[in-house]
């Protein structure tokens, strides 16, 4: 999960170093599973969540995506940087 501003911040160095192809914006250090993202948004924001299984919605074939982490590695490397935590991101969040 990356902040929208970290993400613009990142299109901009992107586009002021002239270069074009893939580019992974994601903060690696902001992974989390749906799970603990909706306990760390219930703690910030208040209320109650109730756990669905994705498979009751989606059929017995659903299978969830894992390890799937971005490699910011390409815009590091142009001096972008992420600067938001998740739970900045999260207290961001209108309800």
Excluded: C
């Excluded at 299978?63 to 142009?78: C, G, I, N, T, W």
């Amino acid at each position: 999960m990356t902040h929208v501003h970290d993400i613009v911040a990142g299109m901009w160095a992107v586009w002021k170093n002239g270069s074009r192809g893939l580019w992974n914006l994601g903060n690696p250090q902001n992974t989390i599973s749906m799970t603990d993202l909706a306990d760390l948004f219930v703690s910030v924001h208040g209320g109650v969540w109730n756990l669905v299984d994705p498979t009751d919605l989606h059929g017995p074939q659903f299978v969830e995506a894992a390890e799937k982490f971005p490699d910011a590695s390409k815009a590091l490397a142009l001096g972008w940087e992420p600067s938001r935590s998740l739970r900045d991101i999260v207290e961001d969040a209108a309800l």
